[in-house]
C-alpha cells in the first residue's frame, strides 16, 4: 500500500493511499459497505413491520442467500477467468443494486424467496470477481494488506450504515428508505468500478478446466481448514451471546457491547494484524495463532460454566470477545494470503471464489453446530471447540505446504486442464 495522505489525521489519514487506484477501490468498498449495512441492519425490521413477513420467513429468506453463494462464489470465479474482470464486477454490482430496489416491491414471501436467493447468488460473486481484478492491478507483495484496509474500511461504512437504518426505522413512514438507499450505494459502487483499470480477460489458451479448484484436494484441504478457523464468527457473533444470557450470569446490555467492541478493534488492528501474512508460509502461520487465540478464548468461556458469580462471569466473557476479535483480524488476514498464494494465474478468479467457500460453508454450518454443542454440553461443550481449534491450527501449515508444493509442481496450465488440479 502507498503511503497516506500527509494532511489527513488519525486512522483515517492512515487508511486513504496516495494514488487513485487504492483510493477508488477503497471508495467501492466504501459504498458497498454501506449500502449493505443499511439493508442487512434493517432487513428484518422492513421486512417485517413493512412488508408483514415473519422473522422466521427473513431467515428462511437469508438462509437461502447464503445457500445460493455456495455455487456462485466459484461460478463467477470462473467467469472472471473467461471475461474482462471490470465489465463483470460493474454487472454485478449494478444488478444487486436492482435487486436491493426490487425489495421495495416486495409484498408477500414467495417474491422475498425468490427475489433473496438470486440477489445472494449475485452478491456472492463480487467477492470473488474483485479479487480476481484486485490481482491483476496490485503487485502480489501488497494484496493482503490492501485487503486488510479495504476490510477495515468495509467495517466502518457498514457502520455508518446501521446508523442510517436505525434512523429509517425510528418512522414506519421511513422504512421504505432502507432498500432504497441501499440501491442507491450499491448502485454508486457500480459508477465507481467504470473508473478502475479493465483487467485483461483470460487466455483462451490457459484456460483451466473447469471446477479444477474444486477438484484439487490439496487445496480443499487448506480450504476446510480455514473454515473450522473461522469458526471465531459463530462464535462471537451467535455462540457468545447465546451462552451469556442462558448459561452465564451477565447482565444482557453487555451483549451488544461485545459486538460494538469486535467491529473497533477490527477497525484499529486489521491492517496491522496483516503483517507477514503476504506469503504462504506467513499467511499459514498466522493461521495458526488465530487458532491458539480461538482455543484460548474457549477456555476462558468454559470457565463461565463453574463459576457463576457475576463479576468473573462478565470478565470471562469479555475477555473471550476480545480474544475472539484477535483471531478474527489474524484468520482475515491469513485467508488473503493463502487464497492469493494457492491460486495459480490461470484460474486466479476460480482458486479465490473456491477460497471464499470457507466463509460461505461457516455461515451455514457453524452457528447451529457450535451453539447446540456449548448449549447441550456447557464446560465440555467448548473444551471441545478448543479441541478443534487446536487441531486445526496444528494441521494448517503442513497442509498450506502441501498445496503450494503442489501449485509449484504444475509447470504448466495444460497439466491442471488435463487432470483437474493436483490432488
Not at 237 to 251: I, N, Q, S, Y
Request: with cysteine; aromatic share 8%; hydrophobic share 55%.
Amino acid at each position: 500500500m502507498a503511503g497516506s495522505t500527509g494532511n489527513t489525521p488519525g486512522l483515517l489519514g492512515r487508511l486513504i493511499p496516495a494514488d487513485a487506484l487504492r483510493r477508488r477501490l477503497l471508495a467501492i468498498r466504501f459504498a458497498e459497505a454501506t449500502g449493505k449495512g443499511v439493508f442487512l441492519s434493517g432487513s428484518i425490521v422492513y421486512f417485517t413491520l413493512h412488508v408483514g413477513l415473519t422473522a422466521a420467513e427473513v431467515g428462511i429468506g437469508l438462509s437461502l442467500a447464503g445457500f445460493a453463494g455456495l455455487l456462485s462464489s466459484v461460478l463467477f470465479g470462473m467467469i472472471a477467468d473467461r471475461m474482462r474482470k471490470r465489465t463483470l464486477l460493474f454487472l454485478l454490482f449494478a444488478a444487486v443494486a436492482v435487486g436491493f430496489g426490487l425489495y421495495s416491491a416486495v409484498d408477500d414471501a414467495i417474491q422475498f424467496y425468490v427475489l433473496v436467493t438470486l440477489v445472494g447468488f449475485l452478491d456472492y460473486g463480487i467477492g470473488p470477481t474483485e479479487n480476481a481484478l484486485l490481482a491483476t492491478v496490485i503487485p502480489e507483495g501488497e494484496r493482503v494488506r490492501l485487503n486488510a484496509t479495504m476490510r477495515t474500511v468495509f467495517n466502518v461504512g457498514f457502520s455508518a450504515g446501521i446508523g442510517v437504518a436505525a434512523a429509517a426505522a425510528l418512522s414506519t413512514r421511513l422504512l421504505v428508505l432502507i432498500p432504497a438507499v441501499a440501491a442507491v450505494l450499491l448502485g454508486l459502487a457500480a459508477l465507481l468500478v467504470t473508473r478502475l483499470p479493465e483487467g485483461p480477460p483470460g487466455d483462451p489458451e490457459q484456460r483451466p478446466r473447469p471446477f479444477g479448484a474444486v477438484r484439487d484436494l490439496r487445496f480443499l484441504g487448506v480450504v476446510g481448514l480455514s473454515t473450522v478457523l473461522a469458526s471465531h464468527i459463530s462464535l462471537l457473533m451467535v455462540v457468545l451471546p447465546l451462552w451469556a444470557l442462558e448459561r452465564a450470569a451477565v447482565r444482557p446490555f453487555l451483549v451488544p457491547l461485545l459486538l460494538v467492541v469486535n467491529t473497533v478493534f477490527v477497525i484499529l488492528f486489521q491492517v496491522r494484524a496483516s503483517k507477514g501474512a503476504e506469503t504462504v508460509a506467513g499467511a499459514a502461520a498466522t493461521a495458526r495463532r488465530a487458532g491458539l487465540w480461538i482455543a484460548a478464548g474457549c477456555a476462558a468461556a468454559s470457565v463461565t460454566a463453574l463459576w457463576h458469580a457475576t463479576a468473573p462471569a462478565t470478565a470471562a466473557i469479555v475477555v473471550t470477545a476480545l480474544m475472539l476479535s484477535v483471531a478474527e483480524v489474524m484468520q482475515s488476514a491469513s485467508a488473503w494470503g493463502l487464497a492469493f498464494g494457492l491460486a495459480p494465474k490461470h484460474a486466479e478468479g476460480e482458486y479465490l471464489g473456491a477460497f471464499d467457500l470457507h466463509v460461505a460453508t461457516q455461515n451455514i454450518a457453524g452457528p447451529a453446530l457450535f451453539s447446540g454443542l456449548v448449549i447441550s454440553a456447557g464446560f465440555w461443550g467448548w473444551i471441545a471447540i478448543a479441541g478443534l481449534m487446536l487441531a486445526a491450527a496444528a494441521l494448517i501449515g503442513p497442509a498450506a505446504r502441501r498445496s503450494a508444493d503442489a501449485m509449484a509442481g504444475t509447470a504448466r496450465p495444460e497439466a491442471v486442464m488435463d487432470t483437474g488440479g493436483a490432488v
